[in-house]
């Protein structure tokens, strides 16, 4: 448990964060900083363009293997880590000149291949030549950092998932709200709008069930088709196709953008509903927490997952963000969340301050650096909610999961202050939740057409 409590700044003391003309230095110092990114641009995801059937033509095939890390995914990673290495040089938290101390810069990452080379994409820009470990479990080992429901670190129940996310999101509709323009671009790119009968995605309803084996939650109707594919066409543009080659030629990067929401969507049921936040994104919020706090963690910690992660920490938050060249509440890749703890040198306390990181997609396109076509973006984001940290529940069998960590801060303005005490989190419209106890029965189901519950 923490032993710090770090007290709240209002948003008005934003202006002291540099020094005043008569201040012979700044009243607060940098001196915690961390990151949690999705990872780089990727080649697709097997099935993950699940409207492909409707299609004029078959989708471009990529020389990268399915789900991995392209080298121009690398490439992008490296511009936006040396552009924050830059920060964090002025900020003082990596020496100039040498290599970071021991653990001072410490990475870890999801188990998986493109997860894996991301964090050391990362570490090549944030010190390059230096010896930085990339630290992870063994690939394809379940990490429940970011993958606690299939891990079965939390507690989870199929029929109350879906009971709850279709109380919030009434039934599914809730999931069109804004997506006319999108799914006009995707009809017009995949060529289907003038086929009989057309694929009107408007009117195909949004179904969420528990899936068929009880473990997870299963999603049905126009967003499970067109969320998957938005991604794969906005992978096209960022990995540097051809425009002929993006959407077949039909797709601008306007179509892009509008068709980005429909990607988001998809985390309004998995990721951001007031159910699955805190188990998809609790744990790793927890550690979150732990890093902006504790005496002896690293001065940069960086973490490296998924757009549901992401997703999942800032509805637990309360955050929402829109980067540009994406839809609103739809995590950038490569890009992500920065914590940065500062510290008051009057008083010592600590605030913190969230900011979003992100490349434009004509930036990671171009492979731009600052300044150059397409700017690396750092916006400050308000947190909106206060939540705590959770404890060990012991299950009806015996064994012990940890429960889905509730959050991590409360803010006035930009700036929050680490919490601790119980397991508690709040919904969207302010509903107190209690700790759900009982034997844990699985994680997500994942099925072969349907990449919409594991992180991509």
């Known amino acids: 448990m923490l032993d710090m409590l770090v007290r709240a700044l209002a948003l008005t003391l934003a202006t002291s964060l540099v020094a005043s003309p008569c201040s012979a230095r700044p009243r607060y110092t940098m001196d915690r900083a961390v990151m949690l990114i999705r990872h780089g641009i990727r080649a697709p995801l097997e099935g993950e363009a699940a409207a492909a059937p409707l299609a004029r033509a078959p989708f471009p095939q990529w020389d990268t293997p399915a789900s991995h890390l392209t080298p121009h995914g690398a490439a992008a990673l490296r511009i936006l880590a040396q552009f924050e290495r830059g920060r964090l040089l002025r900020q003082g938290l990596l020496p100039a000149g040498r290599c970071p101390a021991p653990n001072a810069l410490t990475i870890w990452t999801n188990s998986l291949s493109r997860t894996i080379a991301s964090g050391h994409a990362l570490a090549e820009g944030l010190a390059p030549g230096c010896p930085v470990a990339v630290d992870h479990r063994g690939e394809g080992d379940t990490d429940p950092l970011f993958n606690a429901l299939e891990a079965r670190a939390v507690p989870f129940d199929a029929t109350q998932a879906a009971a709850s996310i279709n109380a919030e999101l009434q039934d599914g509709t809730a999931l069109m709200r804004g997506t006319a323009a999108g ?228 803010s006035e303005g930009k700036y929050a202050e680490v919490l601790e005490g119980g397991y508690a989190w709040q919904d969207v419209v302010g509903r107190q939740h209690a700790a759900e106890g009982g034997p844990h029965r699985g994680g997500p189901h994942h099925a072969a057409k349907r990449m919409a519950v594991i992180p991509n």
């Not at 509903?273 to 994104?281: F, I, K, N, Q, T």
């Not at 306390?349 to 600052?370: D, E, G, K, M």
């Open 183 to 410: 799914f006009a671009a995707m009809e017009r790119v995949l060529g289907c709008a003038s086929s009989v009968p057309p694929c009107t995605f408007a009117a195909m309803p949004n179904r969420i069930t528990p899936s068929a084996d009880g473990k997870g939650i299963s999603l049905s109707g126009a967003i499970d088709l067109t969320s998957g594919t938005a991604q794969v066409f906005l992978l096209q543009y960022a990995e540097g196709f051809p425009m002929q080659r993006v959407g077949w030629g039909r797709a601008s990067a306007k179509d892009i953008q509008a068709m980005s929401l429909l990607h988001a969507r998809l985390f309004d049921v998995f990721a951001r509903s007031a159910y699955m936040a805190p188990r998809v994104g609790g744990l790793i919020a927890r550690a979150i927490a732990a890093d902006l706090s504790q005496p002896k963690a690293p001065a940069v910690r960086v973490y490296v997952g998924h757009d549901n992660t992401i997703a999942a920490v800032t509805a637990i938050l309360g955050v929402h963000f829109t980067m540009p060249g994406y839809g609103a509440d739809d995590p950038p890749i490569g890009g992500g969340l920065l914590f940065e703890r500062l510290t008051d040198r009057r008083t010592h306390n600590h605030v913190i301050r969230l900011s979003y990181i992100a490349q434009t997609p004509s930036a990671a396109r171009h492979l731009s650096i600052a300044g150059q076509r397409g700017p690396i973006i750092v916006r400050h984001l308000p947190i909106e909610r206060a939540f705590h940290l959770s404890p060990q529940t012991v299950n009806q069998d015996g064994g012990t999961a940890a429960v889905a960590a509730a959050a991590v801060m409360r």
